[in-house]
């Protein structure tokens, strides 16, 4: 029983979150701080209750999108059918209500405690979407791709939010006077950007694996009314977009003191060639071609997300600091 709650809640997922929220924290916006001898305003245990709203109302999630798609799940894959055989409908929809209203609850504490409006919308509109996509959205035309993408988005955001509004609250019009926020912001919207891009890739080439069920069950997702010629045409739009992008960034808006072609080599190893490498097999006419575009889609995710470590250790590098020596000001 125990075991079949931690798949319907998809725990490798959980855990790709808690690592996200915590990277942005440690890696990104700690450093970047120290860099402008600025302490770090969100505490540890706000951070902590940050992260456990976000990492539950996620799992609330995956447990009533598995809720509603279990006729679509019976068709694609019947051997991985949690809801229904190991766990009943009646009870998975408990746990969605437990885990969706235990992380409302904690996201709302957290904004009152934050006096911020901003992230306590966050934690009450993002659940709606979820619940909404898996109800229905998820089944017209790209309207739940875009939901899953932006609410992947927000994960590594909400940190840079809490941090910013903070900092506003303690310097209130002198941090505006500083590049601070604007360099917080920067690299927040860009590694939002990245996940956005990332997940819309990866949820298109699902509803590519998934066309069969969804067809049956009339949903209307991109390779049912688009047809997979044109499905593979956007997706490989959508890849070059997220790769021209960041390069763009990186090269131009994104400079670090001292870096003068680690983060490029990083972008060009880890992410586009991955990237050229999912076109090749997307339009491959293998078996397997979806399930390893999605896979290598997943391996290119972790590897941007892990560049805050890098990112950390240029900070550290240009500004005299010890990698990984700033926890203490968490």
């Not at 305003?41 to 709203?53: K, P």
């Not at 590694?191 to 069920?213: M, N, P, S, V």
């Not at 097999?281 to 293998?286: A, E, G, N, R, V």
């Amino acid at each position: 029983m125990i075991h079949s709650v931690f798949k319907l809640v998809r725990y490798k997922n959980l855990i790709f979150i808690v690592a996200i929220q915590w990277l942005m924290a440690v890696c990104v916006i700690a450093p970047t701080l120290a860099m402008f001898h600025v302490p770090v305003h969100t505490t540890w245990w706000m951070q902590l209750i940050l992260v456990a709203a976000t990492t539950l109302i996620a799992a609330g999630g995956y447990v009533v999108n598995d809720y509603f798609d279990l006729k679509i799940d019976r068709i694609n894959r019947p051997e991985k059918v949690i809801v229904g055989n190991n766990i009943d409908k009646r009870n998975a929809m408990r746990l969605y209500q437990l885990l969706t209203i235990a992380g409302v609850v904690l996201g709302l504490t957290a904004a009152v405690v934050l006096h911020t409006w901003t992230v306590g919308m966050i934690f009450v509109i993002v659940p709606g979407m979820l619940w909404f996509y898996s109800a229905s959205y998820k089944r017209q035309f790209l309207v739940g791709n875009l939901i899953v993408a932006l609410s992947a988005a927000l994960v590594p955001l909400i940190p840079f939010i809490v941090e910013c509004g903070l900092l506003t609250d303690n310097y209130n019009f002198l941090i505006r006077e500083t590049p601070i926020l604007k360099t917080l912001y920067a690299w927040g919207c860009t590694f939002a950007a990245f996940a956005f891009l990332w997940t819309l890739i990866r949820e298109i080439i699902k509803d590519l694996q998934d066309e069969y069920g969804d067809r049956e069950m009339e949903c209307r997702t991109v390779p049912i009314i688009c047809g997979a010629l044109w499905t593979k045409i956007i997706i490989t739009t959508l890849v070059l977009l997220a790769d021209g992008l960041l390069a763009y960034l990186i090269t131009t808006k994104l400079a670090i003191p001292g870096d003068t072609s680690t983060t490029f080599r990083y972008f060009l190893v880890g992410i586009a060639m991955p990237g050229l490498c999912l076109i090749a097999i997307l339009w491959s006419k293998t078996c397997a071609a979806y399930r390893n575009a999605s896979a290598l889609c997943k391996f290119i995710m972790v590897i941007g997300v892990l560049y805050a470590v890098v990112y950390h250790f240029l900070i550290a590098k240009a500004f005299g600091l010890p990698f990984l020596g700033i926890f203490h000001i968490i």
